[in-house]
């Protein structure tokens, strides 16, 4: 849809019925709740269940496979890519360590640009601070720019308790929205739909949400951008409040920037009124010459493009250009904790290129809805679990979601040494203790206190090359492990006893 909306002609036409008529609701309730809902099952179940639907496998993999493909072209065009990744995650450590200050030097350079701060400290606050913004200007809609962070709080759920409908605008946003669904991917988050599952969804709802589709609607992808590009063109021009979120934040000018392709983010951030931005406060960058790293580095890493086409900055408000009205609402959730963690720290450094889903062998094949949360793939297994903790079940089993190959870390623009976080998280959930934790733990002191004592070593090693023969092929309580794997079977005599005889 880039570029689309130029030229066309203003909508809707004047024998269109007006939208939402007098005795329609505003927003009928969400049929789900916040996710996860409180019977997602964890991640290994998820996936297996997932693993099973041939077609989302294979939606998953021949999309994931052609945009890495197309990623690697365009990383290989730069040959000073690696320095540009390692300037991404020096910006973003350094940030991190001095982000309070940077905090209060947005806050101060954003107010002075004439818009309003708001310091959200968990995701009830977020949503209580928003839906009273919108319900002083006596809007019963707002349009949105994707954003995952409103998505992390629930804004929409929490919205449509308050009777607002929140409308998505970015067009793989609206295919969710529309099939009552989850995103399951942080670039495209209706990857797991073709184009036939998608032109079902148009025909079936669209037309109840606003513009219908057109009788003769077919699966080309420029059939179903045209129709979502009239159904959004009349939200646009009646919407009096935006949402968005922001991809950077300067801290130098107290600037946004959102970063998007199709051209509806910035309808949104020049058309209504007012604007509301909802935003990770790890979204910091310190300087102007900070934001150029990202640049380039956050395009080729998401859509393989070699410049973003449609990047939009937008500092305060003027009564020239744009919302009249600007309020920014800085997010924590959970990120002060992390920021606490020396090793989990790594994860605020995400710029959401989506880059390390794209490579993922386990996400390719469970998807993204086996994750339990707005963020998927190997990024989500090290964030969520630092962002909502580990007491669930869901959250603690996302550490083992994956083969720890480490593809994900060589991909990621900024760093993230994501398998070294998965192990530290997969550490903490095991010292939580629970099932199985303490049979673990008595084992493996039993084992260092042999390993500290190489006559009892020695000793062990020829009982269990003695008796060899009498071992099962399957341990007991471990078949997790071994139902995949062949235990190597034990030589006649330890290392040891041969290196004794041959090298003495």
Not at 127 to 135: A, D, F, H, P
Not at 286 to 296: A, I, K, M, N, S
Not at 380 to 407: F, H, K, M, N, V
């Amino acid at each position: 849809m880039s570029g689309t909306f130029i030229g066309m002609p203003v909508f809707p036409p004047p024998d269109h019925p007006a939208f939402p008529p007098p005795d329609h609701p505003v927003f009928p309730p969400p049929d789900h709740p916040a996710f996860p809902p409180p019977d997602h099952p964890a991640f290994p179940e998820a996936a297996r269940d997932a693993v099973r639907d041939t077609t989302l496998r294979a939606n998953l993999r021949h999309a994931t496979h052609t945009i890495r493909d197309k990623r690697a072209k365009a990383v290989a065009e730069l040959e000073d890519w690696q320095r540009l990744r390692e300037a991404g995650k020096r910006i973003k450590d350094h940030t991190l360590r001095h982000l309070d200050r940077y905090l209060e030097q947005l806050e101060a350079e954003v107010t002075a640009a004439g818009a309003t701060v708001h310091w959200a400290a968990d995701a009830d606050e977020a949503n209580r601070i928003v839906t009273g913004l919108v319900k002083a200007t006596g809007e019963r809609e707002v349009v949105k720019v994707k954003s995952m962070a409103t998505q992390e709080i629930g804004l929409n759920e929490a919205l449509a308790a308050e009777g607002i409908h929140a409308y998505e605008t970015d067009l793989a946003e609206l295919i969710v929205q529309l099939g009552d669904d989850r995103p399951s991917h942080i670039l495209v988050p209706a990857i797991h739909r073709n184009r036939a599952e998608i032109r079902a969804i148009f025909r079936e709802r669209m037309g109840s949400w606003g513009r219908p589709v057109p009788d003769d609607l077919t699966d080309e992808p420029a059939d179903l951008a045209e129709a979502a590009r009239l159904h959004l063109r009349e939200k646009f021009l009646r919407a009096k409040v935006a949402i968005s979120g922001a991809n950077f934040m300067v801290a130098e000018t107290g600037t946004l920037v959102v970063l998007e392709s199709e051209g509806n983010g910035r309808m949104c951030l020049t058309l209504p009124e007012t604007l509301i931005s909802v935003v990770g406060i790890e979204k910091t960058v310190p300087t102007w010459r900070d934001l150029e790293v990202f640049l380039q580095t956050l395009p080729r890493s998401s859509t393989a493009e070699r410049m973003n086409p449609y990047t939009s900055m937008w500092t305060g408000t003027s009564d020239d250009d744009g919302p009249r009205t600007f309020h920014l609402v800085l997010l924590d959730n959970g990120r002060t904790d992390a920021l606490a963690d020396d090793i989990g720290r790594q994860a605020l450094r995400c710029i959401r290129c989506s880059a390390c889903l794209n490579v993922c062998p386990v996400y390719e094949r469970a998807g993204g809805h086996a994750y339990g949360s707005v963020y998927p793939g190997p990024i989500g297994a090290i964030l969520t679990p630092q962002l909502r903790g580990t007491a669930s079940e869901i959250d603690a089993s996302l550490p083992y979601a994956s083969s720890l190959c480490g593809a994900c870390y060589d991909v990621c623009p900024v760093a993230i040494d994501i398998p070294e976080v998965l192990v530290h998280l997969r550490e903490r959930v095991a010292d939580r203790g629970g099932r199985g934790h303490r049979v673990e733990k008595a084992v493996m002191r039993a084992a260092s206190w042999v390993m500290d004592h190489p006559a009892a070593l020695a000793a062990g090693e020829r009982a269990a090359a003695r008796t060899r023969a009498l071992h099962p092929g399957r341990p007991p309580g471990a078949g997790a492990w071994t139902e995949s794997r062949d235990l190597p079977p034990l030589p006649a005599r330890p290392f040891r006893d041969w290196w004794k005889k041959n090298r003495t």
